[in-house]
């Protein structure tokens, strides 16, 4: 792949960060969920509040085949759009599914190819974000940074 054929993230002002009534962490938690109800693999958040200004949370994901990774980001989208009336601001790579991004403003989704994934190595590119997994199993609930403090004091019985 060259630059060229590389994903852009295109600029954007101030004016377009995501309404308080539309939290970027619960729009990644909902990315997620929707990612792991098609079985996507390998899913991580990752949290660049404070890291970037180019978005506040990456989600990103991994696909078997061009059918999964087509399902995954419309999974994304549909879920995304019924829960917060939202449709991403940008989107690239449905013309090849090797890595499609979903671009929600603060909340920017990538969905690889397992090939594409390894090449580009984003979780090391943002090497100081910290990042959360969830296996297989798990949901966006059992990232500490993705719930509100009343959902974490809820579960755990605080």
């Known amino acids: 792949m060259t630059q060229s054929e590389l994903p852009s993230i295109p600029q954007r002002s101030g004016s377009e960060k995501r309404a308080t009534n539309n939290p970027s962490t619960a729009l990644a938690a909902s990315a997620m969920d929707a990612a792991l109800d098609k079985k996507a693999r390998d899913v991580v958040v990752m949290d660049l509040r404070g890291i970037s200004g180019v978005a506040d949370f990456f989600v990103l994901c991994t696909g078997d085949s061009d059918v999964q990774i087509k399902a ?11 829960k917060y009336k939202e449709k991403p601001w940008h989107v690239e790579g ?3 599914l090797q ?25 090391r590119l ?29 579960r755990h019985g605080d």
């Not at 995954?72 to 019924?82: L, M, T």
């Not at 974000?129 to 974490?152: H, K, M, N, W, Y």
């Open 72 to 82: 995954i980001a419309e999974s994304v989208r549909g879920d995304i759009r019924s």
């Open 94 to 96: 449905l013309d090849h």
């Open 99 to 123: 890595w499609v991004l979903l671009d929600y403003v603060d909340v920017v989704v990538h969905v690889f190819a397992e090939g594409r994934r390894s090449f580009y190595e984003l979780e």
């Open 126 to 154: 943002w090497g100081d974000a910290e990042i959360g997994t969830v296996s297989s199993e798990g949901s966006s609930a059992d990232i500490p940074f993705l719930q509100s403090p009343a959902a974490r004091a809820v």
